[in-house]
C-alpha cells in the first residue's frame, strides 16, 4: 500500500505541468520498473490515468481522482495537497459549475460595507447565485475548522446579496428581476458531516449531483435574497 501511496503521489508531482514518462515515475518514487508497470495498469484500468507506450497523462479531473484514491490509502493529507495545487482544485470546481449552465466568475472580488471581500468561484444559473469557498484542507477535516469555514462563506454571501443590486451589470445579472444566494464550501474529500448550519458541504467532485438537485432544496439550506 506505501508503495502505491508513493506512485501515485509521483504521478500528482510529475504531471502536475504536462504528460510525464513511465521511467522518470518510477524512478521519483524509488520503485523498479516492472513494479510501476503493474501499478500503472492498475491505474489505467481504474481510470486514474491515461497511459500509451511510455507516456503518462492525467487530466484535472484524474489528478482530483487521484489525490482523493491516494489519501484513503492512508497517504499524509498534507502532503498530498502540496502536489495537488490550490489553482487546480479551483479550476475542477468551476468546470463542474459550467457543466451545469452556471455562468462562472473566479475568484470574485468586490467592496461593501468599509472592507473588501472575494469569493472564490461565483456560479450564476438564474435566479441561483451560488457562492462556492473552495476548501484545500491541506491540515485535514477538523470540526471547527469545517465551522468556521461555513459561517465565514454565509457571512460573505449575505454581504454580497446586499450589494448585489449594485454590482447587477458587473456580475452579468442585467435581466434578472431577483436571486436566491446559496453559500457553500467545497471540499476535496467528504467530511464527516454534510452540513454545517445549513451550510452544504461538497466534495468536489459530487458538485455536478448537487447541483442537479440544488433547486429541489434551497429552502432546507442557507440562502439569500436580493432583488433588483
Known sequence: ?????????????????????????????NVPEQVADELLKKFRHAELIKWKGKTIEASSNQRAKIAIHTIKLGADFERVCKVLEWIEFENLAATAFEANNFA?????RFKWAQRRWEIDVLGCNEPLV????????????RESAIRKAAETQALRTKVLAEA???????IGLVQWKQATLIPMVLSLVPGSSKFCGKVPIVPVLQIQNFLNELPAHITALRHFHAYF
Open 104 to 108: 462562472v466568475k473566479r475568484r470574485f
Open 1 to 29: 500500500m506505501a508503495i502505491e501511496r508513493n506512485v501515485l503521489i509521483s504521478i500528482l508531482k510529475l504531471t502536475k505541468s504536462g504528460p510525464t514518462e513511465k521511467e522518470l515515475v518510477a524512478r521519483d518514487a
Open 164 to 170: 448585489l443590486p449594485s454590482m447587477q451589470k458587473e
Open 130 to 141: 451560488a457562492s462556492a469557498d473552495c476548501k484545500h484542507w491541506s491540515r485535514g477535516w
